[in-house]
C-alpha cells in the first residue's frame, strides 16, 4: 500500500496592481495504491505504513482469529477499524468507517451498517489487538531525543485515568461497578486505565485496565515486569506505598515519587545538600523538598511544594 501526492502543475495569474501575484490554482492529482477487493477499506493513510498489513496478518493467525470464509468485512479491516476507532472517539462506528474509504474510488467503497460493524468487531474479538499492542509498545526514542533520559537512565512514568465512560449495561455493571459519588453513584460505569509511558515521546511501554475499585497500585504491580536497571521511573503521590515501592525497587530501576502531604517520615540522617534520609516501610529513600514553579506559554505561572 502506497499513498502518494503530486502536483499537476501551477497556473500563476499575475495582476496589473504592482505587478504582484494575486492568485494560484495548484491542481493535485492524487494516486493512492490499495489492497485488491474487500481488503481496500482496510487503508488510513499513514496509519497503514506504521501498522503494516504483514502485521496485522500475522497476530490474526497468531490468535486464530483469520475470518474462515472471504467477507466483505475481512478480519484484517476489522483490526484497522478499532484502531481506528481509537483515532476518532468523538464519532460514531458508520463515521469512522467513512474515514476509512473516503481515500478509495466508488467501486471500491463498501456500504456497512452500524450492525454490520458491530458483529465485524464482535467477530475479530480482543485477542489480536491485544498481541498488535504487544509488538508495538516500547520505547521510541533515540539517544538524543530530549526530555527522554536523565544522566544514564530512561525516563519513564506510571500514571492512570478513570475517564474512559462505558455504555451502562448490565453486563459493564457487574464488571466495573459506578464509582461513589456524594449523592450516590455516577451516571456511567468507568474503565480505569493504567500505563507505563517514556516521558518526551509519550510511547506506550505497557497497559492495562479494569474496574476502578482495583485501585492504581494494583494495576501498576502488572507492568513492574517492563521495568529494567537502566530506567528512571517517576510516578505521582497515589504510588508512595511502602510495598508497591519496595516492589518497584526490586526491579532494579531507579524511582523518583512524590508524597503525599499526610505521610510523615522519620529523619535517620541529614545529607549535606539539604535532603535526608528516611525509612518507608523495609525501603531506605532520600527525602528531598522543593518549591517547583511552572511558567505557561500564556505566562502564568503555578508554584507547588514537593517532597
Given at each position: 500500500m502506497a499513498d502518494s501526492v503530486m502536483p499537476a502543475g501551477s497556473v500563476p495569474s499575475v495582476g496589473a496592481?504592482?505587478?504582484?501575484?494575486?492568485?494560484?490554482?495548484?491542481?493535485?492529482v492524487r494516486s493512492v495504491t490499495v489492497a485488491a477487493g474487500v481488503f481496500a477499506p482496510g487503508h488510513?493513510?499513514?496509519?497503514?505504513?506504521?501498522?503494516?498489513?504483514?502485521?496485522?496478518?500475522?497476530?490474526?493467525?497468531?490468535?486464530?482469529?483469520?475470518?474462515?470464509?472471504?467477507?466483505?468485512?475481512?478480519?484484517?479491516?476489522?483490526?484497522y477499524f478499532v484502531v481506528a476507532l481509537a483515532l476518532f472517539p468523538g464519532l460514531g462506528s458508520t463515521k469512522?468507517?467513512?474515514?476509512?474509504?473516503?481515500?478509495?474510488?466508488?467501486?471500491?467503497?463498501?456500504?456497512?451498517?452500524?450492525k454490520a460493524l458491530r458483529d465485524l468487531r464482535r467477530r475479530v474479538g480482543a485477542a489480536p489487538l491485544r498481541a498488535l499492542f504487544e509488538v508495538l509498545a516500547g520505547p521510541v526514542a533515540q539517544p538524543t531525543t530530549p526530555g527522554v533520559r536523565y544522566g544514564r537512565y530512561r525516563t519513564v512514568a506510571f500514571d492512570g485515568c478513570v475517564s474512559i465512560k462505558a455504555p451502562d449495561t448490565g453486563r459493564n455493571r457487574c464488571w466495573l461497578g459506578k464509582m461513589r459519588a456524594t449523592?450516590?453513584?455516577?451516571?456511567?460505569?468507568?474503565?480505569?486505565?493504567m500505563t507505563l509511558v517514556e516521558t518526551g515521546t509519550r510511547a506506550l511501554l505497557g497497559a492495562v485496565f479494569g474496574p476502578p475499585a482495583t485501585g492504581?497500585?494494583?494495576y501498576a504491580r502488572r507492568l513492574l515486569g517492563l521495568l529494567d536497571r537502566d530506567m528512571l521511573v517517576?510516578?505521582?503521590?497515589?504510588?508512595?506505598?511502602?510495598?508497591?515501592?519496595?516492589?518497584?525497587?526490586?526491579?532494579g530501576a531507579q524511582?523518583?515519587?512524590?508524597?503525599?502531604?499526610?505521610?510523615?517520615?522519620?529523619?535517620?540522617?541529614?545529607?549535606?545538600?539539604?535532603?535526608?534520609?528516611?525509612?518507608?516501610?523495609?525501603?531506605?529513600?532520600?527525602?528531598?523538598?522543593?518549591?517547583?514553579?511552572?511558567?505557561?506559554a500564556d505566562g502564568?505561572?503555578?508554584?507547588?511544594?514537593?517532597r
Open positions: 496592481d504592482r505587478g504582484r501575484l494575486r492568485s494560484a490554482v495548484t491542481t493535485v488510513l493513510g499513514e496509519l497503514t505504513r506504521q501498522v503494516p498489513f504483514e502485521l496485522v496478518d500475522a497476530v490474526l493467525e497468531q490468535t486464530r482469529a483469520t475470518e474462515r470464509r472471504l467477507r466483505v468485512l475481512p478480519s484484517r479491516v476489522g483490526v469512522v468507517w467513512a474515514k476509512l474509504i473516503a481515500g478509495l474510488d466508488a467501486g471500491l467503497r463498501v456500504s456497512v451498517s452500524g449523592n450516590g453513584v455516577t451516571g456511567y460505569p468507568v474503565v480505569e486505565l492504581e497500585t494494583d517517576l510516578t505521582d503521590r497515589g504510588f508512595d506505598a511502602a510495598e508497591f515501592l519496595t516492589e518497584l525497587a526490586g526491579t524511582f523518583l515519587a512524590r508524597l503525599r502531604s499526610t505521610r510523615r517520615l522519620p529523619v535517620l540522617a541529614r545529607c549535606d545538600d539539604g535532603p535526608y534520609l528516611s525509612r518507608i516501610g523495609e525501603l531506605t529513600v532520600r527525602v528531598i523538598t522543593a518549591d517547583i514553579t511552572v511558567t505557561c502564568t505561572r503555578y508554584t507547588a511544594n514537593y
